[in-house]
């Protein structure tokens, strides 16, 4: 495994796409991530997108949220949907590899249940719920599809987050 410092993104030996604002520090041969303690809040989310899979893990500290965890994976689903109207087999298998790699980490964090959205390519794919149904029971994680309202009020409430006390109007 890969040591991540500052937000830089590496690929770790299982294939996932790492990048971590959490210290890593290696002693022997074995890794150890500095976690937080167990009395700040922590969550989860993964979003199931058109041309990758995100894990996000955050604590909150304080009045401040601080990722703990970015992860990464290019998932062609957006080319199955938009282009042949469905989501092939191969497709749906590397979500469901990804997805298990995702809960390994989630465990290590105490996650039980992230949030899980998907957007446009699934929402769009004739047989989403064969992909929504197939996802549940491989993996446990139940996906909220957004809507296009969805999204846009989610992109504004994370901005306004973002940019809080910072440009008083």
Do not use: C, W
């Amino acid at each position: 495994i890969l040591k991540h410092e500052g937000g830089r993104m590496g690929r770790a030996r299982d294939g996932i796409m790492r990048g971590t604002r959490s210290r890593v520090r290696r002693r022997g041969g074995a890794v150890f991530r500095r976690l937080p303690m167990a009395n700040q809040s922590r969550a989860g989310v993964i979003d199931i997108g058109s041309h990758s899979i995100k894990l996000v893990v955050g604590e909150k500290a304080a009045r401040k949220v601080r990722v703990l965890e970015f992860l990464k994976n290019v998932f062609p689903v957006g080319e199955d949907a938009f282009f042949k109207e469905k989501i092939s087999r191969r497709t749906i298998n590397l979500a469901i590899s990804i997805l298990h790699g995702y809960r390994r980490v989630l465990d290590e964090y105490g996650i039980e249940s992230p949030r899980v959205i998907a957007t446009t390519a699934v929402r769009e794919a004739q047989n989403r719920a064969i992909f929504l149904d197939t996802v549940r029971r491989e993996t446990g994680f139940s996906v909220e599809v957004f809507t296009p309202g969805d999204v846009v009020y989610h992109i504004d409430s994370y901005i306004g987050f973002r940019l809080r006390n910072r440009y008083p109007i």
